[in-house]
């Protein structure tokens, strides 16, 4: 069985992430100086199919106080909270209301991005595990 590691994993993810990843509503403002842009739920999901543990969401509110949308990170089975994708809050978002949540069943509403994600994460590491769908 491969160990993964995670920095290994880190510089994957952030070589994968790419405009046609990033979430539908996100992928008009995605840039490459902002790559975690719009990248932050099935980011969660790779790291939970390799490491297991929690997937965390918690609620994003601009500058100005109005919610814009969630943030999914994850909860290692150690404990430590491990977020590849945090450094996308840029201008003054915050994050609260955070809880765990249950790994959505079957495909998700990415699907299509998530598994284009693992592909590229693939191609650079190799063989992941299969999906915990």
Not at 70 to 75: G, K, S, Y
Request: glycine share 10%; hydrophobic share 40%; charged share 25%.
């Amino acid at each position: 069985m491969t160990t993964w590691n995670l920095l290994d994993l880190d510089k994957a993810l952030r070589a994968s992430w790419a405009a046609d990843t990033a979430s539908p509503d996100d992928q008009a403002d995605w840039q490459p100086g902002n790559p975690a842009w719009g990248h932050c739920d099935i980011t969660a999901l790779v790291v939970n199919d390799i490491f297991g543990g929690d997937l965390v969401v918690g609620e994003v509110y601009l500058a100005g106080g109005g919610q814009r949308g969630f943030h999914w990170w994850n909860r290692l089975p150690s404990g430590v909270e491990l977020d590849l994708t945090r450094e996308q809050f840029r201008d003054g978002q915050t994050v609260t209301a955070a809880r765990v949540v249950e790994r959505p069943p079957g495909p998700l509403r990415r699907w299509d991005e998530y598994l284009l994600l693992r592909k590229r994460v693939i191609e650079i590491l190799g063989a992941l595990p299969k999906p915990m769908v």
